[in-house]
């Protein structure tokens, strides 16, 4: 049982697809799939304590260089849904109109920079806050990448009669995206020397996030899965995932009284907040549980996941009885995601364990495992 980053990998929680055309995917039968799984996921949702498993089939592709490519990047989600099937999971796959992490950045007037075969980069920094704030701005809709990921939903829903689950496409935090636009020698002294400045900012990223996924959420109408990218998601699942991965470079006061309220504000107009941050958060772990209607909160729970692992201690008895979602995701053999999970689990608790066995077998043994001691 190891369990240790295989940095050889080019994505550690990637699984290898066939990739299928629309006419080659059986549109009625993943449905089907899905909705039947959706029952479990609403009884899940309403209930106060519980586990599910969500077989997570993340596709390189899709993350790296066809994500600007809505045909090939169609053509790879649905042979990963497909595939999807033959592992036994409570929660279905969907599908992600992706398209980077700058989204709700293109606002402030950058594009991207493409390197072949790699996901995009953000073009440019501001030096300061104040230099963002005085900066012109426009609603994410009207820029190239906002465009883009529009019509890419609307080709999604198209091309699979509006009868697959999809989700949003990636956003950020308004912390992430502004970490990501604000040259970081000044970012981080502007929490202290130019604090109005900060909350100005984050307020006003957030607005522009709630804008463009209300766009979203129009477009994609009853086959909407929710928190989102990166998430286990279901139809009867609630609130807004966000990517929110900074924390880790704050304390924990200046990210709850300086970062979390504009978060907040995004995450009540879609149901509340959900929370992901790669790396190791567990000591903010008290303060994110605590945080205004939050529903879910992910993290990585093994070193084949993410080489800055989250340590299991604590989070049981933090989130029991809570009512707050962990989706746990965990990169390893049934040996090893048994051990974590029986440091995770505690009656009372609401667990989500997100694996990426290797073969439908190993993920079988995972599953009933898991089941049997989540009781």
């Not at 989070?315 to 090893?336: E, S």
């Given at each position: 049982m190891k369990d240790e980053f295989n940095s050889s990998l080019a994505d550690s929680q990637?699984?290898?697809?066939?990739?299928?055309?629309?006419?080659?995917?059986n549109i009625d039968a993943y449905a089907d799939y899905a909705a039947?799984?959706?029952?479990?996921?609403?009884?899940?949702?309403?209930?106060?304590?519980?586990?599910?498993?969500?077989?997570?089939?993340?596709?390189?592709?899709?993350?790296?260089?066809?994500?600007?490519?809505?045909?090939?990047?169609?053509?790879?989600?649905l042979g990963a849904l497909q595939q999807s099937m033959k592992f036994k999971a409570d929660i279905p796959n969907f599908l992600e109109p992706w398209y980077g992490l700058g989204t709700v950045a293109s606002a402030y007037g950058f594009g991207y920079v493409w390197e072949k075969d790699l996901a995009p980069a953000v073009d440019g920094k501001f030096a300061s806050t104040a230099e963002l704030l005085a900066a012109p701005?426009?609603?994410?809709?009207?820029?190239?990448?906002?465009?883009?990921?529009?019509?890419?939903?609307?080709?999604?829903?198209?091309?699979?009669?509006?009868?697959?689950?999809?989700?949003?496409?990636?956003?950020?935090?308004p912390l992430n995206t502004l970490s990501n636009i604000i040259d970081s020698s000044q970012f981080y002294m502007d929490f202290y020397l130019d604090p109005e400045s900060m909350k100005q900012a984050m307020d006003r990223t957030a607005d522009l996030l709630i804008d463009f996924?209300?766009?979203?959420?129009?477009?994609?109408?009853?086959?909407?899965?929710?928190?989102?990218?990166?998430?286990a998601s279901s139809r009867t699942f609630d609130g807004l995932g966000m990517s929110d991965d900074t924390v880790t470079m704050l304390s924990p006061d200046l990210y709850v009284d300086m970062a979390v309220?504009?978060?907040?504000?995004?995450?009540?107009?879609?149901?509340?907040?959900?929370?992901?941050?790669?790396?190791?958060?567990?000591?903010?772990?008290?303060?994110?549980v605590r945080i205004e209607n939050?529903?879910?909160?992910?993290?990585?729970?093994?070193?084949?996941t993410d080489p800055g692992a989250n340590p299991t201690d604590g989070?049981?008895?933090?989130?029991?009885?809570?009512?707050?979602?962990?989706?746990?995701?965990?990169?390893?053999?049934?040996?090893?995601?048994?051990?974590?999970?029986?440091e995770l689990w505690k009656p009372?608790?609401?667990?989500?364990?997100?694996?990426?066995c290797e073969t439908p077998e190993e993920q079988e043994e995972a599953y009933n495992r898991i089941h049997d001691i989540c009781q």
């Open positions: 990637a699984t290898a697809v066939t990739p299928l055309t629309p006419e080659q995917f039947e799984l959706d029952a479990r996921c609403k009884t899940f949702w309403e209930a106060s304590s519980g586990v599910l498993v969500y077989r997570r089939m993340r596709v390189q592709q899709v993350f790296a260089g066809d994500c600007c490519n809505m045909e090939h990047s169609l053509q790879w989600q701005f426009r609603p994410v809709a009207e820029t190239e990448i906002g465009r883009h990921t529009l019509n890419m939903v609307e080709y999604f829903l198209e091309q699979t009669k509006g009868r697959v689950p999809m989700s949003y496409c990636d956003v950020q935090s996924t209300r766009a979203q959420q129009q477009l994609i109408g009853d086959a909407l899965v929710k928190p989102g990218h990166g998430f309220p504009a978060m907040v504000k995004a995450g009540n107009a879609f149901g509340g907040t959900v929370f992901h941050s790669c790396g190791n958060w567990s000591d903010k772990k008290a303060d994110i939050i529903r879910m909160a992910d993290g990585a729970f093994s070193k084949a989070y049981a008895d933090t989130f029991a009885g809570t009512g707050v979602v962990l989706n746990a995701r965990i990169v390893g053999d049934p040996d090893l995601v048994e051990a974590k999970v029986r009372g608790m609401k667990l989500i364990v997100v694996t990426y």
